[in-house]
């Protein structure tokens, strides 16, 4: 497989040059190579491919085979999200929102947060969710909060089960609180849990951690 798909990249295929760029990056059928996984990405990223932009913009953020640039990341983020990517808005959204390059712009990450979850983008909905529950940018609306963490659980988020569960667990629906945490338990991150399992043990769920989970 993965001579086949180098192969298929040498000879120019875009998406080739996508997936041999994300064997690389992962150590599949090979080890991983970060730096020739970012040549690949950009390749494939010069012929228009949106995701590769986004790949890109991830290399850039993280430091995958360059030194981290936000502001590099957010040049090909915007790439990725103005092409119609449903990641390359949330990562550009995600961007505005923590300030990367500029004063956090609240207002103008909702929007693109806003655009991804019309594509059905599940962790854009367990974001604007936080704004709602929060008040960033928008008034207070604990039910609009509610809603949209219910989309962003029901589309696998470990984030939004987490946040779903915190409501159910105000309605006094603890069997279906415990039902979204165990999931989200099971796919969220070490340190996301290690949060959550925190939030649980405080009586009442005092001090919890923050709703939408922009750096978590």
């Not at 875009?14 to 760029?21: D, F, N, R, V």
Request: charged content about 15%; overall charge positive; aromatic content about 12%.
């Amino acid at each position: 497989m993965f001579a086949t798909v180098t192969g298929l990249a040498r000879s120019g295929d875009p998406a080739a040059q996508l997936a041999l760029g994300q064997m690389l990056l992962n150590g599949i059928g090979t080890a991983p190579a970060p730096a020739a996984a970012l040549q690949w990405f950009l390749a494939s990223a010069a012929r228009g491919v949106p995701m590769a932009c986004n790949m890109v913009g991830r290399c850039c953020e993280l430091g995958w085979g360059v030194p981290p640039s936000p502001a590099d990341a957010m040049q090909w983020y915007e790439r990725a999200a103005r092409a119609g990517l449903d990641w390359g808005m949330y990562n550009y959204a995600t961007g505005l929102a923590l300030g990367w390059t500029a004063p956090p712009d609240l207002a103008r990450a909702l929007e693109w947060f806003r655009r991804a979850a019309s594509l059905g983008h599940c962790k854009s909905f367990n974001i604007i969710g936080g704004f709602y529950e929060d008040g960033w940018a928008v008034p207070r609306d604990p039910r609009r909060a509610r809603a949209c963490y219910a989309r962003a659980a029901r589309g696998g988020d470990f984030r939004g089960c987490f946040n779903l569960g915190r409501f159910l667990l105000r309605e006094g629906r603890q069997e279906d609180a415990m039902r979204y945490f165990a999931i989200a338990r099971a796919t969220g991150t070490p340190n996301f849990v290690a949060n959550m399992d925190a939030f649980l043990a405080c009586p009442g769920g005092q001090g919890a951690p923050a709703g939408a989970g922009l750096t978590a």
